[in-house]
């Protein structure tokens, strides 16, 4: 069967992908992606000269298909080359199970120096196991919890819940308590150029890493316009060692703390603890219920681990295949010195 044609994203575009995204993901999602869009694909700092690397699959007048990407820089072992995260791919459901899902990777994956997705559905899980991706898994989960409430479970019955409460309280005050901080820890606004310094110091200590320098980490924690972010560095003296991104959120089961994004020398035990201990405070004082991160780095999930934090289930499944260079067989394997957080690809929406 023929499939659809594959084609850049023009202006002219925008209404067609409004309907289809509707379809495919329903108002709520499409109103949410409406208001990120100009933000998201048109301020990118890394955007090639060309504008966003947006592909649509196309028969006759109709828009079918959707794969959009966001570009970044990637840190490989000290190297570093360019990639893209692909996100919001969408077919419509008639058109489904034809083939232009796979055909939209395939266009991507030609061009992408390194391709990139987070947070994947079974759907597209299954697509790229089809397109043999390097099966790599989801970014690990950990979350710290803080009061009594942290614990509860909706499915369970309230005096479950509430023997819950008893017994584990003990050990969450224990945890959960103030401890003081190592290092110097300043609220900003705004990331100037020391810390493209500290990405540039840092970057060699990760396999795979996202490069966080001033510009991007401005368009994307300080710019974003649909959610707001904390920001927090790390100093000792003037010298910036760090920073941590985070907010409060109110979700299902209470009141969690999202760390969202950091960076700190993966070997600065201290910093990285001190950065933590600042979150810590913060959410007891939003009256958060717990801290929830996502951390692929081994080294990272230890010291979390020291911290009171724990693992959980994860959702945010990772995908990725390096194609502008050759890397070793067992690449994809050995993933505790990438450095990935919920902060990648548009995850925190
Ligand atoms: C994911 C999606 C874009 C795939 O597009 P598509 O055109 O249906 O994909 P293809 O026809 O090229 O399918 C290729 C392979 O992907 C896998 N796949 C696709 N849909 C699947 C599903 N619903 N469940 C499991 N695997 C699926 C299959 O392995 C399939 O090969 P097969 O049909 O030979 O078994 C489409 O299903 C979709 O729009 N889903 C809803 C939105 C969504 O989940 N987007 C992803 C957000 S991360």
């Given at each position: 069967m023929r499939v659809a044609d594959i084609v850049r994203f023009r202006d002219a575009d925008s209404r067609a992908v409004d309907l289809l995204y509707r379809r495919v993901f329903g108002h709520d999602a499409a109103s949410a992606s409406t208001l990120r869009w100009q933000w998201q694909y048109l301020q990118n700092p890394n955007n090639p000269p060309g504008g966003p690397a947006i592909w649509l699959a196309r028969e006759g007048p109709s828009v079918v298909g959707h794969f959009a990407t966001m570009p970044v820089r990637l840190a490989l072992n000290g190297a570093e080359i360019s990639g893209s995260w692909g996100m919001d791919v969408c077919v419509a459901p008639e058109r489904q199970r034809q083939g232009i899902g796979e055909a939209l990777v395939r266009t991507w994956d030609q061009q992408a120096g390194a391709g990139l997705g987070l947070g994947l559905s079974p759907a597209s899980q299954g697509l790229f196991r089809k397109l043999r991706w390097p099966g790599i898994g989801p970014v690990p989960c950990l979350v710290k919890p803080l009061s009594r409430r942290a614990l509860r479970n909706p499915r369970w019955p309230t005096p479950v819940n509430r023997l819950v409460s008893a017994v584990t309280w003990p050990?969450?005050?224990?945890?959960?308590?103030?401890?003081?901080?190592?290092?110097?820890?300043?609220?900003?606004?705004?990331?100037?150029?020391?810390?493209?310094?500290?990405?540039?110091?840092?970057?060699?200590?990760?396999?795979?890493?996202?490069?966080?320098?001033?510009?991007?980490?401005?368009?994307?924690?300080?710019?974003?316009?649909?959610?707001?972010?904390?920001?927090?560095?790390?100093?000792?003296?003037?010298?910036?060692?760090?920073?941590?991104?985070?907010?409060?959120?109110?979700?299902?089961?209470?009141?969690?703390?999202?760390?969202?994004?950091?960076?700190?020398?993966?070997?600065?035990?201290?910093?990285?603890?001190?950065?933590?201990?600042?979150?810590?405070?913060?959410?007891?004082?939003?009256?958060?219920?717990?801290?929830?991160?996502?951390?692929?780095?081994?080294?990272?999930?230890?010291?979390?681990?020291r911290s009171g934090y724990f693992g959980v289930k994860s959702t945010a499944v990772l995908a990725a295949k390096i194609n502008a260079v050759r890397v070793p067989d067992d690449f994809y394997k050995r993933t505790d010195d990438w450095h990935v957080t919920l902060g990648d690809s548009d995850q925190d929406r």
């Open positions: 050990f969450i005050r224990l945890v959960a308590r103030t401890r003081p901080l190592g290092a110097q820890v300043e609220p900003i606004r705004q990331f100037d150029e020391r810390f493209t310094e500290l990405w540039t110091a840092v970057a060699p200590a990760f396999g795979v890493a996202v490069r966080r320098d001033a510009p991007y980490l401005n368009w994307k924690f300080v710019e974003p316009p649909h959610v707001r972010y904390s920001i927090v560095a790390l100093k000792r003296d003037e010298a910036v060692c760090g920073y941590a991104v985070y907010r409060h959120a109110r979700q299902a089961l209470g009141r969690v703390t999202l760390l969202v994004d950091f960076l700190v020398d993966p070997g600065d035990r201290i910093g990285f603890e001190t950065l933590l201990r600042w979150v810590d405070r913060e959410a007891r004082a939003a009256d958060s219920d717990t801290i929830r991160v996502f951390s692929m780095h081994g080294g990272f999930r230890r010291l979390l681990r």
